[in-house]
């Protein structure tokens, strides 16, 4: 079992760039895949993107060629770097974990969740 803490959420100007973060525990991270999502007020959470143990990513139509998802291995980290950011990226972000392979883009191959944190942008 792994627990996710997601950090560095908070408020940018349309344009501008976030990195966020997440620490895991528990359990030997390099074997899982990593993931975001993120939901805004009264939608489902969406799939953001992912790696795999592998370091094989996947990333939402959506946020392709803006964001960047990677993993450090030795800080049980994973982190989503966010450039050109739009208000509609404004939600909150979850980090997720999956012992599968090659997971996907549904929520349910994603048994471990973060808290989230909030993303604001401005237009």
């Known amino acids: 079992q792994v627990q996710l803490v997601e950090s560095g959420g908070g408020l940018v100007q349309a344009g501008g760039s976030l990195r966020l973060s997440c620490a895991a525990s528990g359990d030997t991270f390099s074997t899982y895949a990593m993931g975001w999502f993120r939901q805004t007020p009264g939608n489902e959470r969406t799939f953001v993107a992912r790696?795999?143990?592998?370091?094989?990513?996947m990333y939402a139509d959506s946020v392709k060629g803006r964001f960047t998802i990677s993993r450090d291995n030795d800080k049980s980290t994973v982190f989503l770097q966010m450039n050109s950011l739009k208000p509609e990226d404004t939600a909150v972000y979850y980090c997720?974990?999956?012992?599968?392979?090659?997971?996907?883009?549904?929520?349910?191959?994603?048994?471990?969740w973060g808290q989230g944190t909030q993303v604001s942008v401005s237009s």
């Open positions: 997720v974990a999956s012992r599968r392979l090659s997971p996907g883009t549904e929520m349910i191959e994603y048994r471990y």
């Open positions: 790696i795999t143990s592998g370091s094989y990513t």
